[in-house]
């Protein structure tokens, strides 16, 4: 039984450096140098070559680097004998709630247009908006939208938050389902992304949602690019319906050298960077995993490949 990494846009040294140490004996190799594709029974992949599984006749166990499995699901090689699992890292849900507690107090305090007014030299003080008057909304309310949404209400804003399925979180009003978005926009002052990429969530933030969050509206996108119609997002901005964005993810990465977003004084963009797996943090859960696909355990962080997450 073998581990392979199969990751072309990471450097796997930390990652076996990370599982080795908790178990030297785990027979780990790296692809392309992965040898006799039989002896594969776990991979731990990110940004895998499209098709690649079908090489490896023996693999039973797909474990994603990441939370988010939209781009490994898309993978039409991923048959029915092999399980897909991902990582659910507390370093990376905190990291998560450090980004969009600085996104939203960097927009609520203003700090766009003092930096403005500073490259003008202008001493303009404006009216300090309090944090418990503005109502944030988180899109997806799973291991890191429910984090988040607590966080938010630890620092005092009022906080929305819509799932699929309804579900109870202290101090947070919950929306579900279809039915439930639009009174879930109307309330969102700041609205947070952070749902998976699925075919129901793809193009999720368009004219007709981004149109039902109140005038003068705040979005952050840290789930994926593609949850956003970029076009409408800059259409909204431009007719000053949205104050502003936050972006981290995009539908193409990197973000190419003439795309708007670069450029637009409304939009704050970041390279993918609001949380990123820890190997050291993870490593025990995919040793863990490992090892019960070893005695034919349940696995830990199954992804339902149906629903898309
Ligand atoms: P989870 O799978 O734990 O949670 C997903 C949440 O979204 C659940 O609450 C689920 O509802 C809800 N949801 C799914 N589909 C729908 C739908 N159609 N309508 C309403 N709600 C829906 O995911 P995580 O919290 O772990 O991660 C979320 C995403 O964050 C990842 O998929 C990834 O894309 C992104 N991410 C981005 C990073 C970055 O650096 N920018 C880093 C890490 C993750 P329910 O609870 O009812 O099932
Ligand atoms: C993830 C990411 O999904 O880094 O983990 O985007």
Same mark, same amino acid.
């Given at each position: 039984?073998?581990?392979?990494? $199969?990751?072309?846009?990471?450097?796997?040294?930390?990652?076996?450096?990370?599982?080795?140490?908790?178990?030297?004996?785990? %027979?780990? +190799?790296?692809?392309?140098?992965?040898?006799?594709?039989?002896?594969?029974?776990?991979?731990?992949?990110?940004? &895998?070559?499209?098709? $690649?599984?079908?090489?490896?006749?023996?693999? !039973?166990?797909?474990?994603?680097?990441?939370?988010?499995? %939209? @781009?490994?699901?898309? %993978?039409?090689?991923?048959?029915? /004998?092999?399980?897909?699992?991902?990582?659910?890292?507390? +370093?990376?849900?905190?990291?998560? =709630?450090?980004?969009?507690?600085?996104?939203?107090? @960097?927009?609520?305090?203003?700090?766009?247009?003092?930096?403005?007014?500073?490259?003008?030299?202008?001493? &303009?003080?404006?009216?300090?908006?309090?944090? %418990?008057?503005?109502?944030?909304?988180?899109?997806?309310?799973? *291991?890191? =939208?429910?984090?988040?949404?607590?966080?938010?209400? /630890?620092?005092?804003?009022?906080?929305?938050?819509?799932?699929?399925?309804? #579900?109870?979180?202290?101090?947070?009003?919950?929306?579900?389902? *279809?039915?439930?978005?639009?009174?879930?926009?109307?309330?969102?002052? $700041?609205?947070?992304?952070?749902?998976?990429?699925?075919?129901?969530?793809?193009?999720?933030?368009?004219?007709?949602?981004?149109? &039902?969050?109140? !005038?003068?509206?705040?979005?952050?996108?840290?789930?994926?690019?593609?949850?956003?119609?970029?076009?409408?997002?800059?259409?909204?901005?431009?007719?000053?319906?949205?104050?502003?964005?936050?972006?981290?993810?995009?539908?193409?990465?990197?973000?190419?050298?003439?795309?708007?977003?670069?450029?637009?004084?409304?939009?704050?963009?970041?390279?993918? $960077?609001?949380?990123?797996?820890?190997?050291?943090?993870?490593?025990? *859960?995919?040793?863990?995993?490992?090892?019960?696909?070893? /005695? #034919? &355990?349940?696995?830990?962080?199954?992804?339902?490949?149906?629903? =898309?997450?």
């Amino acid at each position: 039984m073998t581990l392979s990494l $199969i990751c072309p846009t990471k450097d796997p040294a930390l990652w076996v450096a990370a599982i080795q140490a908790i178990d030297p004996k785990i %027979d780990l +190799r790296v692809w392309p140098d992965d040898g006799d594709k039989a002896d594969v029974t776990f991979a731990l992949v990110w940004a &895998q070559p499209q098709g $690649i599984f079908s090489q490896y006749p023996n693999l !039973k166990v797909i474990s994603s680097m990441g939370a988010g499995v %939209d @781009n490994l699901l898309q %993978d039409g090689s991923i048959s029915a /004998q092999m399980t897909v699992v991902r990582m659910v890292d507390p +370093r990376l849900v905190s990291q998560m =709630g450090d980004y969009v507690l600085a996104a939203t107090l @960097n927009h609520v305090r203003q700090f766009p247009d003092y930096a403005q007014h500073q490259q003008q030299q202008q001493w &303009q003080p404006l009216p300090p908006p309090n944090v %418990d008057d503005v109502t944030v909304g988180v899109m997806g309310l799973g *291991q890191i =939208g429910s984090t988040v949404a607590t966080r938010l209400v /630890q620092v005092g804003f009022q906080v929305v938050g819509w799932s699929r399925r309804p #579900k109870s979180i202290a101090n947070v009003q919950v929306f579900a389902g *279809q039915q439930q978005l639009s009174d879930f926009l109307a309330a969102s002052e $700041i609205l947070v992304c952070l749902l998976p990429l699925t075919a129901e969530t793809e193009n999720i933030l368009n004219t007709e949602t981004l149109a &039902q969050l109140p !005038k003068g509206a705040y979005v952050i996108n840290v789930a994926r690019g593609h949850h956003l119609v970029e076009g409408e997002l800059l259409s909204l901005l431009n007719k000053n319906h949205l104050s502003g964005a936050c972006l981290d993810v995009f539908r193409q990465e990197p973000l190419a050298q003439d795309h708007p977003f670069w450029s637009h004084p409304k939009i704050t963009i970041t390279p993918h $960077i609001a949380s990123l797996t820890h190997p050291v943090s993870v490593a025990p *859960q995919i040793v863990e995993n490992y090892r019960r696909m070893q /005695q #034919k &355990q349940p696995l830990l962080n199954q992804v339902d490949i149906r629903r =898309g997450y």
